[in-house]
């Protein structure tokens, strides 16, 4: 289950860049398993897909100004309080949809005014099976 993550197959009959990939990792077990010798053609790196739509950071940080400046710091609703917090940790660390629903309180640490928020990268693309790795 893990070899097959694309949700989309372009239109062509090799399919998308991942489906070859999952062909040639398949038929290398395939070769070891079996003893038979087998050398496939060298594929391009990966590319990384983007965290964040370019147009949507001020989408949102428009809309939370505009709600923010409706309330007094004091009088401001919790919900508001953690979108805001949300959207500072997404705005300055750029974690993708599961690194930050992953974010625990364990993971917030304060030193004065200054918030240390620690994001575990889980590995993307060609790097499955490495162990994710923890940043502050």
């Known amino acids: 289950g893990h070899l097959r993550t694309l949700a989309t197959v372009k239109s062509s009959?090799?399919?998308?860049?991942?489906?070859?990939?999952?062909?040639i990792y398949c038929?290398?077990?395939?070769a070891r398993e079996g003893?038979?010798?087998?050398?496939?053609?060298?594929?391009?790196?990966?590319?990384?897909?983007?965290?964040?739509?370019?147009r949507l950071p001020d989408l949102i940080a428009d809309h939370l100004r505009t709600e923010a400046e409706k309330w007094s710091?004091?009088?401001?609703?919790d919900t508001l309080v953690r979108g805001l917090a949300m959207w500072g940790v997404m705005s300055e660390?750029?974690?993708?949809?599961g690194e930050l629903e992953a974010i625990r309180l364990d993971d917030l640490a304060f030193a004065g005014r200054c918030l240390a928020v620690t994001i575990t990268r889980q590995p993307q693309g060609g790097l499955r099976g490495k162990t994710p790795q923890p940043e502050t």
């Not at 660390?93 to 949809?97: F, G, K, Q, S, T």
């Open 35 to 54: 003893k038979i010798p087998f050398s496939p053609t060298p594929l391009p790196g990966w590319e990384l897909r983007p965290t964040v739509s370019p």
């Open 73 to 77: 710091d004091v009088a401001r609703p």
């Open 27 to 30: 038929l290398e077990a395939f």
């Open 93 to 97: 660390a750029l974690p993708r949809l």
């Open 13 to 23: 009959s090799v399919g998308a860049d991942a489906s070859e990939r999952i062909r």
